[in-house]
């Protein structure tokens, strides 16, 4: 599937091998194996989202799912597990809980609620069986996705986990570059690279150059300045979910909604201004 608004992105289907089909689950198998070593870039796959639906609070792990783990060979491909429908589990807990919670305050009724939920998914055992050493498939991260029927629903936090799961900063970058509206994934992975990179000698340019470009849809000009200030400090001309990721906000710098944090043997203050394309 290639959708017109980002040809850059495609998806592939497994086209319901979970219904029971042997043929299809070999033709699955067979296709992740060839795309996963495969040496053309436009011919490989690069992530996998398995999907679990958890609309069932007495699920056990199923017979597709575990003959994907244990016998498919996703070679370098990092595999997300996606928990669909996640707040099928809410009303549940709820249920089981519901004398407990009369008189209790809100708060407390939603953090009982929460643990009730985790308790319930615990039960089900999926989670041990996603973690078994014997799997050949072992999944790099996982993420419940919920109310995804709703209007202002998004993909947001699937598409940070999967960002983060790519061992290849080029297949980062790759995945960034489709991601034309998400600035906060941009910013969450230029501060990843500083982290990584805080105790190393690099070049002042190329260090500037680490920053900028994880910001491809974006026109950047930028200014070095040395110090011994151990802070960094990013000026967003749009920061839009700045102060969330970076942290609290510069002093008398709210129109450029400037924000600093903290990075330990980072002895350099770098100044982005970032705005968008016309």
């Known amino acids: 599937m290639v959708f017109k608004s980002n040809p850059g992105f ?26 996963a070593h495969a040496t053309k870039l436009e011919e490989r796959i690069h992530a996998i989202w398995y999907c679990i639906p958890m609309d069932e609070h007495c699920r056990t792990f ?42 209790v305050s809100g708060e407390e009724r939603s953090k009982r609620i929460a643990e009730r939920v985790e308790e319930l998914f615990i039960k089900t055992g999926v989670l041990d069986q996603l973690r078994n050493p014997e799997n050949r498939a072992l999944p790099k991260a996982y993420v419940r996705l919920q109310e995804m029927n709703k209007t202002d629903a998004n993909c947001n936090t699937l598409l940070e ?23 906060e994934l941009c910013i969450k992975c230029a501060i990843s690279t500083l982290v990584d990179r805080a105790h190393k000698q690099i070049d002042d340019e190329a260090y500037q150059h680490d920053i900028a470009k994880w910001f491809p849809h974006l026109k950047v000009r930028q200014r070095f300045i040395q110090s011994d200030d151990p802070w960094l400090c990013l000026c967003l001309v749009s920061s839009s979910g700045l102060s969330a990721v970076l942290g609290s906000a510069v002093p008398g710098s709210s129109e450029q909604g400037e924000s600093r944090t903290s990075m330990n043997g980072i002895r350099q203050y770098i100044v982005m201004l970032i705005w968008f394309q016309p």
């Open 10 to 35: 495609v998806f592939h289907d497994s086209c319901g091998f979970e219904a029971g089909s042997e043929e299809e689950f070999k033709s699955m198998k067979n296709f992740i194996s060839e795309r």
């Open 62 to 103: 199923q017979r597709s799912e575990e003959k994907f783990f244990r016998e498919c060979d996703t070679g370098h491909v990092p595999v997300v597990v996606v928990f669909t429908k996640f707040e099928a589990l809410r009303p549940v807990a709820f249920g089981e809980i519901k004398k407990q919670l009369k008189g």
């Open 161 to 183: 986990h999967t960002t983060f799961a790519l061992d290849n900063e080029e297949l980062r970058l790759c995945l960034v570059s489709t991601q034309k509206s998400n600035l």
